[in-house]
C-alpha cells in the first residue's frame, strides 16, 4: 500500500502513522466493522469522487444492519472525504472509510463501546491488472458458498462477512486462478468475492439479483443505467452454473475491479475467451463517465 500523509479518524485528520488502534478494540476479536470502497479518478476538472453519496448511504446501511450507530450524516463524510483527498494532494485514488466498535466492553454484545469512525485514501490502480481489464481472468467457481442472510446479512459491508470472500479469492489463488465466483445456498451464481458478475447472452445482459445474496453493487447499477443509455436489454435473473459456460460474455464490475471481462471459468472458455463486443462497449462508456469525459448524470462525480 502506498502511504499517505493524512488518516481521518473521529472528525479530525491526524498523522498516517498516528491511525492505531488497541489490541482489545471489539472489532478486531469479533468482526464488528463496516467500511466501503470508493474511488476517487483524476479528470480535467480536477479529483472526482465517483458516486460518494450512494457509498456513504450504503456504509451508513451496513451500520444499521448490524445494529450499529454512527455519529456521521453522508453530507458530513462526503466532506470529511473532500477535506481528506486535498490535504492528500491525491489526483486519483482508493478511499477506505470503516466504522468499528472500539476499545471498551469485550464479550458480544458492543453496544456501550464507541464507534470510531476513519477514512484512509491512497493511490491504487487495477484490482485485477490492466491485462485482465483488456483481455479477461480466469476463474474458479469457488468450494465456499456465498454467506446466506439467514445466517449474517449479505447486504452489509461488514468486515465479518469478508471471511467468507476472502477465504473464496485465496483458494481461487492457490488453485492457480485470478479470481473466484461464489454460489449461493441454493446453488446459484451469487457473485465474485468482491464484485457483482454479469452475463450476455442473445445480446441481452444478465446479473442476479440481491435476493441471491449478491451486494448491491454501485457499479453494478452504473453498468445497467449504461446499457439503458447503450439500449443493451437488461434483466435481473437468477442464473444457474451452466449459464456461466454457455454465456456469450461474462464479466465482474466492482470499485475496484471496474469493469473486468472473464474468459475462462473452470478450465472451459467463455464466448470468444477474450474480451466480448459488449463488455467492450459497456466498459468503455463506464471508463468515460468516471474520468469525466461523459456525463449520464452530473451527480455521480463529486470534485474534491
Ligand atoms: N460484491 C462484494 C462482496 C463486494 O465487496 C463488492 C465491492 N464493494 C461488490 C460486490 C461490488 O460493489 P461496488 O460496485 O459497489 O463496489
Known amino acids: 500500500m502506498k502511504e499517505t500523509e493524512f488518516i481521518w479518524k473521529n472528525g479530525k485528520l491526524i498523522k498516517w502513522s498516528d491511525a492505531t488502534t488497541h489490541v482489545l478494540t471489539h472489532a478486531l476479536h469479533y468482526g464488528t466493522a463496516v467500511f466501503e470502497g470508493i474511488r476517487a479518478y483524476k479528470t480535467e ?18 451500520a444499521k444492519l448490524i445494529y450499529m450507530n454512527p455519529p456521521y450524516s453522508t453530507k458530513e463524510l462526503i466532506e470529511a472525504t473532500q477535506l481528506l483527498l486535498k490535504e492528500n494532494k491525491l489526483e486519483s485514488g482508493y478511499i477506505r472509510p470503516l466504522f468499528y466498535f472500539g476499545y471498551g466492553e469485550m464479550g458480544l454484545n458492543p453496544s456501550k463501546n464507541k464507534v470510531d469512525c476513519i477514512i484512509a485514501a491512497w493511490p491504487w490502480g487495477t484490482y485485477l491488472g490492466e491485462e485482465g481489464l483488456k483481455n479477461g481472468i480466469r476463474c474458479k467457481i469457488s468450494s465456499w458458498t456465498r454467506i446466506d442472510s439467514s445466517v449474517v446479512p449479505p447486504l452489509a459491508k461488514s468486515a465479518a462477512n469478508y471471511l467468507n470472500s476472502g477465504l ?11 479470481e473466484a465466483i461464489l ?16 452475463l450476455i447472452k442473445d445480446n441481452t445482459l444478465y446479473t442476479p439479483d440481491i435476493s441471491e445474496n449478491a451486494l448491491k453493487g454501485i457499479t453494478s447499477k452504473t453498468i445497467i443505467e449504461c446499457a439503458k443509455h447503450l439500449n443493451i436489454p437488461f434483466e435481473y435473473k437468477s442464473i444457474i452454473r451452466d449459464e456461466l459456460f454457455i454465456a456469450d460474455e461474462l464479466f465482474f464490475t466492482g470499485t475496484a475491479a471496474e469493469v473486468t471481462p472473464i474468459r475462462e471459468i473452470d478450465g472451459i472458455t467463455i464466448g470468444n475467451g477474450s474480451r466480448g463486443p ?12 468516471v474520468s469525466g469525459r461523459k456525463t449520464l448524470n452530473a451527480s455521480w462525480l463529486t470534485y474534491a
Open 45 to 62: 476538472q480536477g479529483t472526482a469522487i465517483f458516486k460518494a453519496a450512494e457509498h456513504y448511504d450504503r456504509l451508513l446501511e451496513s
Open 168 to 178: 473464496a479469492k485465496q483458494e481461487a489463488l492457490r488453485c492457480g486462478y485470478e
Open 183 to 198: 454460489l449461493n445456498s441454493n446453488g446459484r451464481i451469487a457473485e465474485g468475492p468482491g464484485e457483482n458478475l454479469f
Open 278 to 289: 459488449l463488455t467492450e462497449k459497456l466498459q468503455s462508456l463506464f471508463f468515460d463517465i
